[in-house]
């Protein structure tokens, strides 16, 4: 078993960045692959980016955040990252940091065995 914390979230102007971590303690951080979800009320939860196990890679992205947000881990810190960049109102939401032993899980069933409990985005325009 994992338990992730989200921590970073808060309020920022239209084009503005934020970075939120997910510290990770448990069972071995390195064993899962990780990813970043999002949801606001009324709305399905929303598959942001996930990245693989070893290193920087593989990486897999949302077209809605390719090219403005970064995901990265730091196994050594056991800790995830997701670097979010010229933000807009319409990534206000809840974000929530999860943890799968198999990929496809997070990137094609947009699910996951373990989460977060979420952390709070919210952009103003």
């Known amino acids: 078993q994992v338990q992730l914390v989200e921590s970073g979230g808060g309020l920022v102007q239209s084009g503005g960045s934020l970075r939120l971590s997910c510290a990770a303690s448990?069972?071995?951080?390195?064993?899962?692959?990780m990813g970043w979800f999002r949801q606001t009320p009324g709305k399905e939860r929303e598959f942001v980016a996930a990245i693989g196990r070893i290193g920087q890679g593989p990486t897999y992205y949302a077209d809605s955040v390719k090219g403005r947000f970064t995901i990265s881990r730091d196994n050594a810190e056991n800790t995830l990252y997701l670097e979010m960049g010229s933000l807009n109102p319409e990534d206000s939401a809840v974000y929530y940091c999860?943890?799968?032993?198999?990929?496809?899980?997070?990137?094609?069933?947009?699910?996951?065995?373990?989460w977060g409990q979420g952390t709070q985005v919210t952009v103003s325009s």
């Open positions: 999860a943890a799968d032993s198999v990929m496809t899980t997070i990137t094609l069933r947009h699910d996951a065995t373990y």
């Open positions: 448990g069972r071995t951080f390195s064993s899962y692959n």
